[in-house]
């Protein structure tokens, strides 16, 4: 027995851990790094956490966009909640099976699930009239401007010169699901939910539940997930060991704890980059701010020293 026995942790891996930058992204190679990811996984299990396991998504709807605007002449058009809950329930199966085969490897009797997790937001936030998020291929200006007319796309030119499509990416309110994963948990399931950052839905007049397109940052869904099922630790899992100061600068600095003030001090310097380290800050400081106790941000291969203070950024109140 340890003492994070029967604790409850919400592990959120990073969709670039599963599709490598620079590497063909074929669904053989997803299954290698999904199971690359157990040694986490299974670290956690052996601690005694009762286990919800998040993920993002962003190559793999990336490929499911270009799947429909290649087919578009023979096949219906899917809309990208369609895609985001495609791809939330193909990588829930690679996730889920690759946890299944190590558990019967290792005599471990416990089930494993994966809910296909709708995101609650607010139908006026703003960034639904201001999309921002950019999704999908890069296009030269021409390309994107015919496929914006063809399919009613807002596009835009990046840092890079390229063009993309952007949607909204308005920021989560609570989860749909939260009370079903959290009694799967409490009977000692391990979850796999809000894949991607889940469906964003908002809520019409009649009460009814409606999706559209738009994703949601799969870090901060994944507070949201952590808080309304009680958990007390939150482990943020992505391609750096630590979290630095004035990073990729010669007097870049590991920074192996920070209080929730002190993360808020550094956001505001604008020490994270935007669109990676930022809301992964962000949803931490969420995460605390609502009574979560710990945050681990760290690599999938330095868990088990994250725990033992030997690496990673440790976050608490």
Known sequence: MTSNRNRTAVLALGGNAISPKGEVDTIANQFIHTRESLSAIRHLIS???????THGNGPQVGNALLRTELTADKAPILP???????????MGYMIQQSIQNLLKR???HKDVVTIITQVLVDKNDPEIKNPSKE???RYDR??????ADRFNWTV??????????????PKPI?????DAIRELVDAEKIVIAAGGGGIPVYTMDSGDLEGFDAVVDKDLASAIVAHEIGAGDFFILTDVRTVFLNFGQKNETPIHHMTVTEAQTYLKEGQFTPGTME??????????????ERVFISAIDSLAEALLGETGTVITN
């Open 156 to 169: 835009r030119e990046t840092s890079s010169g390229d063009w993309r499509r952007v949607v909204p990416s």
């Open 135 to 137: 999704i999908g291929q």
């Open 47 to 53: 601690e005694g956490y009762n286990l919800v396991i």
């Open 142 to 147: 021409k390309t994107a401007s015919a496929l």
């Open 279 to 292: 809301p992964k800050i962000s949803a931490a400081m969420d995460f605390i701010n609502r009574g979560g």
């Open 80 to 90: 990208l909640g369609i895609c985001v809950a495609d791809v939330e329930g193909g």
């Open 106 to 108: 290792e005599n471990i």
């Open 174 to 178: 609570s989860i749909v699901e939260a």
